[in-house]
């Protein structure tokens, strides 16, 4: 079993930046696919970005330019800094582990982007 504890939500003007932790469990952890989700209200959930245990990253358009993945394999942790916050990004954000044939998910942290 593989625990995911996010945290960093808030509220936050638009234009604003705030910087998600995912910090995991395990032994195994620079060998994790990670990712970042959200669900917005009344939306499915959807990718907002992945790291690769080698590094790789991808994001979703929406996000492409203002947010940043990036994972310390030495503290079992990844982080996502999100700049130039929108209202549209106003979401339930979840944290995400692959490994093998498994699926490991957070409890979420909430972010508002509201003036």
């Known amino acids: 079993q593989v625990q995911l504890v996010e945290s960093g939500g808030g509220l936050v003007q638009p234009g604003g930046s705030l910087r998600l932790s995912c910090a995991a469990s395990g032994s195994l ?3 994790y696919a990670m990712g970042w989700y959200r669900r917005a209200p009344g939306k499915q959930r959807e990718l907002v970005a992945a790291i690769t245990s080698g590094g790789r990253t991808n994001y979703a ?3 492409k330019g203002r947010f940043t993945i990036s994972r310390d394999n030495a ?3 990844v982080y996502l800094q999100m700049n130039s916050l929108k209202p549209e990004d106003t979401a ?3 944290c995400n582990a692959d490994i093998y044939s498994s ?3 957070g409890q979420g942290t909430q972010v508002t982007v509201s003036s």
């Open 29 to 31: 952890f620079s060998i």
């Open 61 to 63: 358009n929406s996000v």
């Open 75 to 77: 503290k079992n942790t």
């Open 92 to 94: 339930v954000y979840y």
């Open 103 to 105: 699926s490991y998910w």
